[in-house]
């Protein structure tokens, strides 16, 4: 079963974007019932997550995390997780492993699904939220991961020390004359990429042929995408805003925290927009001023990438950011 809202709210332009979230979801939930997923999408910086707890509250649901990051424990500030004494609901899939273990999106779908199917049990729809699209597609869609995905495949370190010491241009060339297709669709420098497609091939499966369904958008669950969007220059104003206040809520502390348990080489884990750039900071080759401009920077366009994978996904229904009425 698959059904999904995909037309624009015609709700007044004066009403808040909760109100208008608000009307959607009631008139979805009497429509489609409980046994439904609701999910609340957009870039960084847009106020989703605020939203999502507003929503959770009025309606007692909890939220379920979507976010690529939040899924690190120790990673606080740098992912923006709502700190646990100032959460009104209950959250799922935030502090599930340590910065140095491995995970996938193959890994958050079997754990998500277990939670909306557990939120259905209760009688309740399960609240999605977050900016990671492929954990949105992974919780929500009719698409299986091929083995080569999962975080504990044994052939990763290996493609990944080859990546090391030869050079992401060595390891495109591998993957070349073992899978010609899926080195098509790859750029030599997507290093990540090419070791899952690598990791596929020795199982027998191909790269290009296993993301042929995410060019479809086939809901398992009855779902209502719910987009938050600002127009550019006022997103990436929000976006240097966070960043300042993630500072002097003490990142580089967080960071630096990190660095000395040893975890400064978790490979997925700090290559995290606002952790990497630190650390030359502590190292003492960048000054800090230098290295905030850099994660202002690589978060614009991380969102910006975000608005792209969003943007092709037309059954999101889109709100206006700026009329979210957002508590501080």
């Known amino acids: 079963m698959s059904t999904a809202c995909s037309v624009v709210d015609g709700a007044s332009a004066s009403?808040?974007?909760?109100?208008?979230?608000?009307?959607?979801?009631?008139?979805?939930?009497?429509?489609?019932?409980?046994?439904?997923?609701?999910?609340?999408?957009?870039?960084?910086?847009?106020?989703?997550?605020?939203?999502a707890e507003r929503i959770a509250e009025n309606l007692h649901l909890s939220v379920i995390s979507a976010d690529s990051m939040q899924v690190y424990r120790r990673m606080d500030?740098?992912?923006?997780?709502?700190?646990?004494?100032?959460?009104?609901?209950s959250y799922h899939g935030i502090d599930l492993i340590d910065p140095g273990e491995a995970y996938s999106a193959a890994c958050y779908q079997s754990y998500a699904r277990d939670v909306i199917?557990?939120?259905?049990?209760?009688?309740?729809?399960?609240?999605?939220?977050?900016?990671?699209g492929l954990y949105i597609r992974a919780a929500c869609d009719d698409f299986d991961f091929a083995e080569g995905t999962l975080a504990d495949n044994p052939s990763r370190r290996r493609y990944e020390l080859l990546a090391d010491e030869e050079g992401g241009e060595a390891l495109h060339r591998l993957l070349e004359e073992r899978d010609p297709e899926s080195a098509a669709l790859i750029h030599p420098h997507n290093v990540r990429r090419m070791v899952c497609a690598l990791e596929l091939n020795e199982a027998g499966r191909s790269y290009a042929r296993s993301t042929e369904g995410m060019s479809t958008y086939h809901a398992i669950y009855p779902a209502l995408f719910i987009g938050i969007r600002y127009d550019r220059p006022q997103l990436y104003r929000r976006i240097d805003a966070r960043v300042d206040d993630m500072m002097s809520q003490g990142l580089l502390d967080e960071v630096k925290g990190l660095v000395d348990d040893g975890y400064r080489d978790a490979l997925t884990a700090m290559q995290a927009i606002g952790y990497k750039e630190f650390?030359?900071?502590?190292?003492?080759?960048?000054?800090?001023?230098?290295?905030?401009?850099?994660?202002?920077?690589?978060?614009?366009?991380?969102?910006?990438?975000?608005?792209?994978?969003?943007?092709?996904?037309?059954?999101?229904?889109?709100?206006?950011?700026?009329?979210?009425?957002?508590?501080?």
């Open 117 to 132: 199917e557990a939120e259905h049990r209760a009688g309740r729809p399960a609240l999605l939220c977050g900016g990671s």
């Open 77 to 89: 500030i740098g992912t923006a997780k709502v700190a646990p004494d100032e959460r009104r609901v």
């Open 279 to 328: 650390f030359p900071v502590l190292d003492g080759k960048v000054g800090l001023p230098e290295a905030v401009e850099d994660v202002k920077r690589a978060t614009r366009r991380f969102a910006k990438r975000q608005g792209t994978w969003f943007g092709r996904d037309a059954r999101i229904v889109w709100l206006d950011g700026s009329k979210t009425g957002e508590r501080s």
């Open 15 to 51: 009403s808040s974007t909760y109100a208008q979230a608000l009307a959607l979801i009631d008139g979805f939930i009497e429509r489609e019932g409980t046994a439904s997923v609701i999910a609340i999408v957009g870039a960084t910086g847009t106020g989703k997550s605020d939203l």
